[in-house]
Structures are given as structure tokens and as C-alpha cells.
């Protein structure tokens, strides 16, 4: 029991390299470093869910100036800049949603037309970004 005293309080008589005492400051070491690896490890996956999930955030933000933009395009066509703004929502949304386009199709609705792959975008991105704030 005396051989623990080093190990917990850092003092006492020195351990030597053989026996109960050199065993028991081996485990202790190898402890020490597989816990500050798994606490390392922690944090790098948190910092990751974190930087990922802000990025997914701000895709979100950006699919619904999209969707802003597109309604208001319906209503009439706006000033220069809207027109700037929802070409810069396009290109950038754009990538993700044409390959769900090609599998989803848009759904006729009499004169309205759904578009389906909008809709499993923006989910599939909810559902990513809660994923990736609980890492």
C-alpha cells in the first residue's frame, strides 16, 4: 500500500524498477496517457462537431435566403440586387440540390410545381447539423 503513496501524492520513497511498486507505477502511467489520449481525442471530435456544425448553420441560413428569394420572386421582380442575391443563393445551393433533383422530381400540383429535392435538402441538413453539435 505504501508503493500507491507516490503515485497518488507524489512523495514518498522512490519506486524501484522491479516489483509491485515499478508495476503499479507502469499502470498508472499507461492510465495517465490512455486518459489525456481519450480526453484529447474528446475535444478533437467536439471542436470538429462544433466547426461543422456552424458550417451547416450557415447553409441553412443560405437555404432559406433561397427560399425567401424564390417566394419573392413569385410576388414580383425586385431591384437589382435582389435579382444579385438570389443568383448568389443559387450558385451556392445549387450543387447539393440538382443531383436530389435528378431522383426527386418536382410534384405537379395543378399550377404549382413542389420541388421535392428542396425540401429533403433542407431535412437532411437539419438532421446533420443536430448530429453534428452532439459529437
Not at 47 to 56: D, P, S
Not at 103 to 130: C, K, N, Q, W, Y
Request: net charge positive; aromatic share 12%.
Amino acid at each position: 500500500m505504501y508503493a500507491l503513496v507516490p503515485l497518488v501524492f507524489g512523495s514518498g520513497p522512490p519506486v524501484t524498477a522491479f516489483g509491485p511498486g515499478a508495476l503499479l507505477a507502469r499502470v498508472a502511467r499507461w492510465y495517465r496517457y490512455e486518459a489525456s489520449r481519450a480526453h484529447t481525442w474528446e475535444f478533437v471530435m467536439s471542436a470538429i462537431g462544433t466547426v461543422l456544425g456552424y458550417a451547416l448553420t450557415a447553409y441553412l441560413l443560405v437555404l432559406v435566403a433561397r427560399l425567401v428569394l424564390d417566394w419573392a420572386r413569385t410576388a414580383a421582380e425586385g431591384p437589382h440586387w435582389v435579382r444579385r442575391a438570389r443568383a448568389l443563393t443559387h450558385t451556392a445551393t445549387e450543387p447539393v440540390i440538382a443531383p436530389v433533383r435528378r431522383v426527386l422530381r418536382p410534384v405537379r400540383v395543378g399550377e404549382i410545381s413542389l420541388d421535392l429535392a428542396f425540401t429533403a435538402v433542407f431535412v437532411v441538413v437539419l438532421v446533420l447539423r443536430s448530429a453534428a453539435f452532439s459529437l
